[in-house]
């Protein structure tokens, strides 16, 4: 599977180990930035991201940030988004199967585990069924 990953200065390290780990459990990664510690602007990285997985090109995303809020806030604009900041495991499987979460978001400051948040993450399938009305209804909240 393809994932576009990116985040901003802060989250260049862990950035770095998810695209490892990644790669040790077999997916292919699209590394989106930031490339160095210099000050980079979050949304920037973000629409990247975004534009990756509604074109096709990745299946999932992965941002990361200080604490993971200015990553989802800047996700969550773009239509047929839906990103998910999770700080534990128990949340990045309840993103997945209850939201179809196509975005993981992290915080270096805030994600327990990022690692196995990840893994938990990509671990867990949409459920549907009951859940499938709510997401409509969240894409109709995107027309306005």
Known sequence: MKIAVGSDHRGLKLKEDIIQLLAEIGHETRDMGAFDTNSVDYPDIARTVCVEVLRGQAVFGV?????????????NKVKGI????????????????????????????????????????LAVAYEGGRH?????????IEKY
Do not use: Y
């Not at 941002?63 to 996700?75: D, H, P, Q, R």
């Open 63 to 75: 941002l990361i940030c200080g604490t993971g809020i200015g990553m989802s806030i800047a996700a």
């Open 82 to 121: 839906r990103a998910a900041l999770c700080c534990n495991t128990f949340m990045a499987g309840r993103a997945r199967q209850h939201n179809n979460a196509n975005i993981l978001c992290l915080g270096v400051e805030t994600a327990s585990e990022p690692l196995e948040i990840t893994r938990a993450f």
């Open 132 to 140: 499938q009305n709510r997401l409509d209804k969240i894409t109709e």
